[in-house]
């Protein structure tokens, strides 16, 4: 079982920076595969980045490679999110994700932190 929690969202305006954080609960934190997803309002949760576990390989949606970065501090069993270049439509709840599995397909979730980029 593992317990996420995130930090880190609030408003900014469009070209700044936000870093988010995920504190996770949990021995295991490190064999665990974690990721970013997000939902705009009115549309579905969509993925944004992830990493593995075994390796540290990132992997990041097209509409966000070149601004976002994920990276994972296994002592402090946290992941974070650096997001620069915010533009209006990255305005959504991002929420952490754990896995066992494939990253895009989470056994747990945490409870979304908001993040608006204003235009």
């Known amino acids: 079982q593992v317990q996420l929690a995130e930090s880190g969202g609030g408003l900014v305006q469009a070209g700044g920076s936000l870093r988010l954080s995920c504190a996770a609960s949990?021995?295991?934190?490190?064999?665990?595969?974690m990721a970013w997803f997000r939902q705009a309002p009115g549309k579905e949760r969509e993925f944004v980045a992830g990493i593995r576990w075994s390796d540290d390989s990132t992997y990041y949606a097209n509409s966000v490679q070149g601004r976002f970065t994920i990276s994972r501090d296994n002592a402090k069993n946290t992941v974070y999110l650096q997001m620069n270049s915010l533009k209006f439509e990255d305005t959504a709840v991002y929420y952490c994700?754990?896995?066992?599995?494939?990253?895009?397909?989470?056994?747990?979730w945490g409870q979304g932190t908001q993040v608006t980029v204003s235009s």
């Open positions: 994700a754990a896995s066992t599995t494939s990253i895009v397909a989470p056994n747990y």
């Open positions: 949990g021995r295991t934190f490190s064999r665990y595969n």
